[in-house]
């Protein structure tokens, strides 16, 4: 009989081993500078900040702009064979990965699509196509496919009546 495969050998299996990859590197650091600046604009820097300077801080910061995500910053590595990718997706969380993956998996030409999301790296896409359309093609459907619900979705919300 077979030895029965670990977790983590099928998720070597899936997503294979990234800290040799160009690029991966690069976005380590800037998702840890990320998580940096949140902790050091959330956190108070003195002991003898009061209470009333606390909530002037965090009104002030609900009253600025927040970042803008009209751009979802990923990175793309194609294995050797051309139908599987590595989509490393930036600064999302686990809810929009999950979402995302729904929707990759509807997009003709997808043969299988999983997601690998931990506190230690960017959260990582493993897609596997079947060769008929291009990674970037699926991409965009997957998101047309995304604003159509959440189209569908205000529309639905603005017909509630008070």
């Given at each position: 009989?077979?030895?029965?495969?670990?977790?983590?050998?099928?998720?070597?299996?899936?997503?294979?081993?990234?800290?040799?990859?160009?690029?991966?590197?690069?976005?380590?650091k800037e998702e840890q500078k990320a998580n940096a600046s949140?902790?050091?604009?959330?956190?108070?820097?003195?002991?003898d900040t009061s209470s009333e300077d606390l909530a002037e801080r965090?009104?002030?910061?609900?009253?600025?702009?927040?970042?803008?995500?009209?751009?979802?910053?990923?990175?793309?590595?194609?294995?050797?064979n051309g139908t599987e990718f590595y989509v490393h997706v930036i600064h999302q969380s686990h809810g929009f990965m999950n979402y995302l993956i729904t929707k990759v998996l509807k997009c003709k030409g997808v043969e299988f699509a999983a997601y690998k999301n931990t506190s230690l790296?960017?959260?990582?896409?493993?897609?596997?196509?079947?060769?008929s359309k291009e990674i970037k093609n699926i991409l965009k459907e997957a998101l047309k496919l995304m604003r159509i619900d959440w189209k569908g979705m205000g529309?639905?919300?603005?017909?509630?009546?008070?």
């Open positions: 009989m077979g030895k029965k495969k670990t977790e983590n050998d099928l998720d070597s299996e899936v997503f294979g081993e990234f800290d040799n990859k160009e690029g991966l590197e690069d976005l380590r949140l902790i050091s604009t959330s956190s108070p820097t003195s002991d965090l009104s002030q910061e609900l009253i600025e702009p927040q970042r803008d995500f009209k751009y979802l910053k990923i990175s793309v590595e194609q294995e050797e790296e960017p959260p990582v896409m493993y897609v596997r196509t079947d060769g529309n639905a919300v603005s017909q509630i009546k008070s």
